[in-house]
């Protein structure tokens, strides 16, 4: 069994060969080089997982051939041998990478026993980030995925608020957008990582527990507080205290968080001592806090502390053109979280994700992806395992300026009185068979279906033995034309 790849470079024949000997033994395949001209070529062309140099080549120096493997992989690990061993060149070695640094005339074992640690140890990494890596996609929140203009400038805004360790930060955004990842990302890119991030969702705690939530309390404080209990601010120490729909936060409270921001201090209910605190404070709301300060339901002093350093968030109608990757992400991360192997979305699907106005912006369409993984059997997800109402708005939504690739000239215009939309589905199906005079594929084809799905919806609507009439001519419908269904008529 072919446990590693290793490539000897050494000029001595006698000692590849048994260099390579010994290796084969142990279950490795192995490559010579005779000098650091076939060395580099070997490199490319055997990629190995290990190197074992001779420090004097005939035509390179064996140190400027490790610097070489470095560059290559930065993460390859290489003994280097030689029959000159002194310290210099030893500390040069091991400055420049090396992983183990062996003297000639050397003992054949000791460089077995080396190369079988270098292995153990390579694979023990291994073993370790494929294990992270599932916790992390199991376990860790969502990233801010996306390559827009917009995108791009809230990454720059994010890292200047991390590295410049902005006290007050407000993010505002509709709901759905990701200000919670945002919150997420400023903490984990700052110096205060690997301090505590504390949530609290003001919106959901009441407003008599919301003061204790956030100072704590000291014993007797209350008729329950029978023990010291710390809040928010002191469990957050040196880190990032995270206040979620501070739109909601009664009068009251906001003076207090208010004397937080203005004199890092503040004490605990029933306390009188005055307790520092160093926390970054990020705000987040879905609401006007503007205009909530013009009625007099929002602090204006605190509202413009937060200020100091806004980020908006814009909703995902208005950047459509992150749908894609976005999609991409999620896919990758449902599928490590389900086990499945879905490698993407259907050119129909595509365009009734692009097409929806998403409402519910981010967490929407992710659950609109969630949904249709779960519903998909095959690789591809299929547009009708996207809810109808999307389809429907895709449709009437396809002239926006978002990134839609539905031509504006297959607008549906909705009547006033309504429509039943199984009977323009099962419309739909006969207009493309009358079309296609039949030809199942072309028609499936034609309404964005797969065969099996057509099929399903000709038995679901009686059209199993429905013969398509030979259409008076097959060019597509203008702009103008009226779809007849057997109770309305609806212009397309």
Request: aromatic residues 6%.
């Amino acid at each position: 069994m072919d446990t590693g790849r290793v490539l000897i470079v050494d000029d001595e024949n006698l000692v590849c060969w048994s260099l390579a000997k010994m290796l084969k033994r142990a279950g490795h395949s192995t490559e010579v080089s005779n000098s650091g001209a076939d060395a580099r070529l070997k490199l490319e062309s055997f990629d190995p997982n290990l190197v074992i140099l001779d420090a004097s080549l005939p035509d390179i120096d064996g140190l400027q051939f490790l610097e070489e493997c470095k560059i290559h992989n930065d993460a390859l690990p290489v003994i280097v041998m030689t029959s000159s061993y002194h310290s210099n060149l030893a500390f040069k070695a091991f400055s420049l990478g090396a992983e183990d640094y062996i003297g000639k005339p050397f003992n054949i074992d000791m460089v077995e026993r080396s190369v079988q640690k270098i292995f153990v140890k390579m694979n023990l990494e291994k073993d370790a980030i494929f294990s992270q890596g599932r916790l992390r996609k199991k376990h860790l929140p969502d990233q801010l995925v996306g390559n827009c203009p917009s995108m791009v400038e809230l990454f720059k805004t994010m890292n200047t608020c991390a590295q410049q360790d902005c006290k007050t930060i407000l993010i505002l955004g509709e709901s759905g957008t990701g200000k919670e990842l945002v919150t997420h990302g400023i903490h984990n890119l700052s110096a205060r990582k690997d301090a505590p991030l504390v949530e609290v969702n003001c919106a959901s705690i009441p407003d008599n527990l919301l003061e204790n939530e956030l100072f704590g309390h000291e014993k007797g404080a209350y008729t329950d507080a029978g023990n010291r209990e710390v809040g928010v601010f002191e469990q957050a120490a040196g880190g990032t205290v995270f206040l979620d729909e501070i739109g909601d936060m009664p009068l009251n409270m906001q003076a207090k968080v208010l004397k937080i921001i203005e004199n890092r201090k503040f004490r605990r209910l029933g306390g009188q001592e005055e307790i520092e605190t160093d926390v970054r404070i990020i705000a987040a709301t879905n609401q006007n806090l503007h205009k909530m300060v013009q009625e007099g339901t929002f602090r204006g002093d605190l509202f413009y502390r937060l200020n100091m350093m806004c980020i908006t968030l814009r909703p995902l109608r208005e950047r459509k053109k992150c749908i894609p990757s976005m999609v991409e992400y999620f896919i990758g991360r449902l599928n490590a979280e389900y086990g499945r192997n879905v490698s993407g979305v259907s050119g129909s699907g595509l365009k009734v994700l692009m097409g929806y106005d998403w409402p519910g912006n981010v967490r929407e369409l992710r659950n609109a992806i969630e949904r249709a993984m779960m519903l998909e059997k095959g690789r591809i997800l299929s547009v009708e395992h996207f809810c109808a109402e999307s389809r429907l708005d895709a449709v009437e939504k396809c002239g926006c300026d978002g990134g839609c690739s539905v031509p504006a000239s297959s607008r549906i215009i909705l009547p006033a009185e309504g429509v039943c939309i199984e009977d323009v589905e099962k419309e739909y199906i006969k207009q493309a068979l009358a079309r296609y005079d039949g030809n199942q594929t072309k028609a499936a084809k034609c309404l964005g279906l797969s065969l099996d799905t057509l099929r399903y919806r000709r038995k679901k609507f009686g059209l199993e033995n429905y013969l398509a009439p030979k259409p008076p001519s097959i060019a597509a419908p203008d702009k103008e034309a009226v779809v007849a269904t057997p109770s309305r008529a609806i212009p397309v």
